[in-house]
């Protein structure tokens, strides 16, 4: 499976983004998807997860209350929408793809990393 990730960008402090992330070249419908994210200088930091069915969410306490994760298996998305960025937010954004159908929330969850998309907060 190769997820592509879309969305990133430069935005002001307090204001929205949204990240798309298409699977191809296999089925990502019966796993879990989630959002990772690695800041300058940092380690590569769990952001957001969803389990196969969408029922399950888990989200970091950093982005919990702004950041909502939701997926469309139909068109083998997932989604992040991010609001109330803040400067810490900024970092490259990825999507991943889980070994099982629960909400991926560590690395060693992980089956297959896009290729991310970087998220600039800055006035």
């Known amino acids: 499976v190769q997820l592509q990730a879309s969305g990133g960008g430069l935005v002001q402090p307090g204001g929205s983004l949204r990240l798309s992330c298409v699977a191809s070249?296999?089925?990502?419908?019966?796993?879990?998807m989630g959002w990772f994210r690695q800041a300058p200088g940092k380690e590569r930091e769990f952001v957001a997860a969803?389990?196969?069915?969408?029922?399950?969410?888990r989200y970091a306490d950093s982005v919990k209350g702004r950041f909502t994760i939701s997926r469309d298996n139909g068109n083998n998305a997932v989604y992040l929408q991010m609001n109330s960025l803040k400067p810490e937010d900024t970092a490259i954004y990825y999507c991943?793809?889980?070994?099982?159908?629960?909400?991926?929330?560590?690395?060693?969850?992980?089956?297959?990393w896009g290729r991310g998309t970087l998220v600039t907060v800055s006035s």
């Open positions: 070249g296999g089925t990502s419908s019966s796993y879990g």
């Open positions: 969803i389990s196969w069915s969408g029922g399950t969410t």
């Open positions: 991943t793809k889980s070994r099982y159908y629960g909400p991926p929330t560590a690395v060693a969850l992980i089956a297959s």
